[in-house]
């Protein structure tokens, strides 16, 4: 059963940085994409960052590039994906999850990915 759990969300001030972690078991990740999406109150799921099996692409969204970095740890059967953030504004604020799918390529669409976590929370104050 593929499990993914994220952590490292909190209440940061403006300006601040945070690290988001999740870790995927279950299964073998050979070939999975690992991705980052948030969800703010009244808002679509919207897509943040991903990264190829091998680390070797990644792909953000306008509103966070420079500021936030996704990196890829593979074991055997458990990948562990984090997400660097870093010049936290008030707009990032949102539940922020992980989230994976069977093919490489690091693309956006929510749609596309098989499995979810179930979100941590990131806070970001003015």
């Known amino acids: 059963q593929v499990q993914l759990v994220e952590s490292g969300g909190g209440l940061v001030q403006a300006g601040g940085s945070l690290r988001l972690s999740c870790v995927a078991s279950?299964?073998?990740?050979?070939?999975?994409?690992m991705g980052w999406f948030r969800q703010a109150p009244g808002k679509e799921r919207e897509f943040v960052a991903a990264i190829s099996w091998r680390g070797g692409f990644t792909r953000y969204a306008d509103s966070v590039k420079g500021r936030f970095t996704i990196s890829r740890d593979n074991a055997k059967n458990t990948v562990t994906v984090s997400l660097q953030m870093n010049s936290l504004k008030p707009q990032d604020t949102a539940v922020y999850y992980c989230?994976?799918?069977?093919?490489?390529?690091?693309?956006?669409?929510?749609?596309?990915?098989?499995?979810w976590g179930p979100g941590t929370q990131v806070t970001v104050s003015s």
């Open positions: 279950g299964r073998t990740f050979s070939n999975y994409c």
């Open positions: 989230a994976t799918k069977s093919t490489t390529n690091p693309s956006p669409p929510p749609g596309e990915y098989d499995y």
